[in-house]
């Protein structure tokens, strides 16, 4: 199994359900309120200077389930213009 915490504007939220209701991918948590900088996607802190948010969501997957995400992620990324979206990987020790 890979965790993964996925970290993006929120503007991508639809899209990524959508990406998890098309391949079955039915449990995360969802973190509706994040903000932050990066390289990608600048700084989102719902201000005036710094408008926008980011969600997070996290899940637990199979290596089959990670694949499609990471895939979607890095064809994602590859696109111009696009939204700010990380994709941060962590080896899954136990899930009770």
Sequence with gaps: ME?????????????????????QISAFTQLPTVYGSGDGGGTRL?????????????LALAPEKYAIVKN?????RSRQPR???KLFSL?????L
């Design 72 to 76: 979607w992620v890095a064809a994602y």
């Design 3 to 23: 965790f993964i915490m996925l970290v993006c504007s929120a503007t991508l939220q639809e899209e990524l359900e959508q990406l998890f209701r098309k391949n």
């Design 91 to 95: 080896a899954l020790k136990e899930m």
């Design 83 to 85: 939204e700010g979206i």
């Design 46 to 58: 719902d201000t005036e200077v710094w408008p926008g948010m980011n969600v997070m969501y996290m």
